[in-house]
């Protein structure tokens, strides 16, 4: 944006379109700390074309078609550590099971459930029973996978923060046992940024991970 110089507007709104036929202009305003408009701050943008950003939800009218179990948290499959959904030999990666922040991520999380469902193929992947479950605690909107095979050491963990934090302390604890698998301060985390973390303590309990202060 800086190379091209494009302004990047921070606590501004559009409040009107206007034209004819096409898009001729916009009309911004400043925002409040609860995004209202501030009276007084409108002002008026030239422009043909405008592009809104409205979220972005998981497509998975295949897997609801499949029977495989959705997370009403993700919008995309519940899935284990090899990335494979409830019904077994169904894998789900990138975008189809969360959205990430960047290309890079999705297409990793391609490669390694494709090499889990090559394994599976050839009856290598061990069989889930009485998985240990994984849950999203306090400050935590999502965390996958949500499922883990008992045992399991050196699990990777995406989860994103429910709300903007700052000198917070991230931990995975055993939910009967209370044992922390893993704790670390972050600076900042923000909701729009994925986060990776890696539990490398095999996986005995359910587990559930937790912002605190």
Request: glycine content about 10%; charged content about 25%; proline content about 5%.
């Amino acid at each position: 944006m800086f190379d091209f110089s494009i302004p990047l507007e921070l606590s501004t709104t559009v409040i009107d379109i206007r034209g004819r036929e096409r898009v001729s202009s916009v009309v911004v305003a400043r925002v409040d700390d609860r995004l209202k408009p501030l009276a007084g701050t409108e002002r008026e943008i030239a422009c043909d074309t405008l592009l809104l950003s409205v979220g972005l939800i998981p497509e998975n009218e295949l897997s609801r078609r499949a029977g495989v179990v959705l997370s009403p948290a993700t919008g995309g499959a519940v899935v284990d550590e090899t990335f494979m959904t409830t019904v077994p030999g169904i894998f789900s990666c990138g975008n189809v099971l969360q959205i990430h922040d960047v290309a890079d991520g999705a297409s990793l999380e391609g490669f390694e459930a494709g090499k889990n469902a090559a394994r599976f193929a050839r009856g290598a992947v061990a069989a889930r029973e009485a998985p240990a479950g994984i849950a999203a605690g306090a400050g935590i909107k999502y965390v996958l996978p949500q499922i883990v095979r008992r045992g399991t050491a050196g699990a990777g963990l995406h989860f994103r923060v429910a709300e903007p934090r700052r000198n917070v302390w991230i931990e995975v604890c055993g939910r009967s046992s209370g044992t922390t698998l893993f704790r670390r301060k972050y600076p900042r985390l923000l909701p729009s940024e994925l986060q990776r973390i890696m539990v490398k303590t095999a996986i005995e309990e359910d587990l559930e991970v937790s912002a605190h202060d």
